[in-house]
């Protein structure tokens, strides 16, 4: 689950993560209070006032509406916050992100302005790699991490975090240096480090990155953003977190999916997948891929679903325009094919059939299931194996 970066460096804010001062801003009026209280609090009549919304880039953005207006802009008073609020709000920032379509702008981060010395990248995240959760760290703050391990990979720092020792002083020290910071700047970053990697651990986060992560002309370090991302399976350890969510800001069909129970995710190719269980899901991505098309989302429907479950399933993916052709990939172990038959039968009936379907089944009553289909009068296909179905969906919608 994702958070705003107002949501998350409150978050931060808690856990004794220095954060500049800031408030929320739901209108250009309330971006001007909220700019002239930080002026009354700093004494400085710099304010930063940054779109919500949950994708990166937003600096770099531009308002479909306004051209010339990034997702960041710094102005000075409130009343120029306050005119700044009012070309946000409402109006469409695309950044590299979002996407073309770009994404409604709802609210804002009204934030102090700061007097920055050096922006640096910060992450924790799981390597999956080792399984262990990893600090990764680069003097290139600002940028898109992606970019500085493509062009210059050595600029990235990694410690690896032991779970029975937590991150030791010795590995922020070696980070700290590696970031060129002194031996002041190793013992702030270090105390910075320890109260991020807390947190981290208490939210039960997946990813928590600063970037930029500043040091000020007075030797502060502070985190300039912050992007928080949870852990969904732990989610109900945190009815706190929970409520945070946005659901404006999340895919409608992936919403629609949570309400029965299903796991959607979009992504970018034209094959449509209906599968139960996160391995066969990667395993029918991978072979699509291997037949020269990519999969334009997984639904994965779980080893007890229902016909009902089923026909909610196959409504989802049929929602989905990118998608060309269909592949239903379903393994019967506690949940009978003819179960799985019975539901895409009736979410045909229900729904139509503007695109080709290709069923492979296996596993109880697999014979019922496959003589339910071909009996059924619809137009759709089965397959005698995983290569048989892949090979048919991919040639249906060249």
Do not use: W
Not at 119 to 137: F, K, P, Q, S
Not at 375 to 387: F, I
């Amino acid at each position: 689950m994702k958070i705003h970066e107002y949501q998350g460096k409150e978050l931060l804010r808690q856990g004794g993560v220095p954060v500049p001062l800031s408030r929320v801003a739901f209108s250009p009026a309330e971006a001007a209070t909220a700019a002239a209280a930080l002026i009354g609090e700093t004494g400085n009549e710099v304010v930063v006032v940054k779109a919500q919304i949950h994708a990166g880039g937003r600096g770099k953005g531009r308002f479909r509406e306004h051209a010339d207006l990034g997702g960041v802009k710094v102005v000075r008073g409130a009343d120029a916050a306050a005119e700044v609020a009012a070309k946000m709000l409402g109006s469409t920032l695309v950044t590299i992100q979002t996407g073309p379509e770009g994404k409604l702008v709802q609210r804002l981060l009204v934030e102090q302005g700061m007097d920055i010395a050096r922006e640096l990248y910060l992450a924790i995240t799981l390597d999956r790699a080792t399984g262990r959760n990893t600090v990764m760290a680069s003097s290139e703050g600002g940028m898109e991490i992606e970019e500085v391990a493509a062009t210059h990979p050595e600029k990235i720092l990694r410690e690896t975090i032991d779970p029975a020792l937590g991150l030791r002083d010795y590995q922020a020290r070696k980070l700290a240096f590696g970031l060129g910071l002194g031996s002041d700047g190793a013992k702030k970053l270090a105390l910075f480090l320890r109260k991020l990697v807390a947190a981290y651990d208490r939210l039960d986060c997946s990813l928590l990155e600063v970037n930029p992560l500043v040091v000020t002309k007075s030797g502060d370090i502070v985190a300039l953003d912050a992007k928080v991302n949870f852990d969904d399976n732990a989610l109900y350890r945190h009815a706190d977190v929970e409520a945070l969510r946005d659901p404006t800001e999340e895919d409608p069909s992936e919403l629609e999916a949570k309400n029965f129970d299903l796991s959607y995710i979009k992504l970018d190719g034209t094959i449509g997948c209906m599968v139960n269980g996160a391995g066969l899901a990667m395993a029918t991505m991978d072979i699509i891929k291997f037949f020269g098309a990519e999969p334009a989302n997984f639904l994965d429907v779980g080893g007890g679903a229902t016909a009902e479950k089923v026909t909610a399933a196959f409504k989802i993916i049929t929602k989905d325009k990118a998608c060309k052709g269909i592949l239903v990939n379903i393994f019967g172990g506690i949940m009978k094919c003819d179960t799985i038959a019975n539901g895409v039968i009736a979410a045909v009936k229900e729904v139509g059939l503007k695109v080709p379907l290709v069923v492979r089944l296996e596993g109880t009553n697999v014979e019922l299931g496959r003589e339910l289909l071909d009996n059924s009068g619809l137009q759709v296909t089965t397959a005698s194996s995983l290569r048989d179905a892949a090979a048919k969906i991919v040639e249906m919608t060249k």
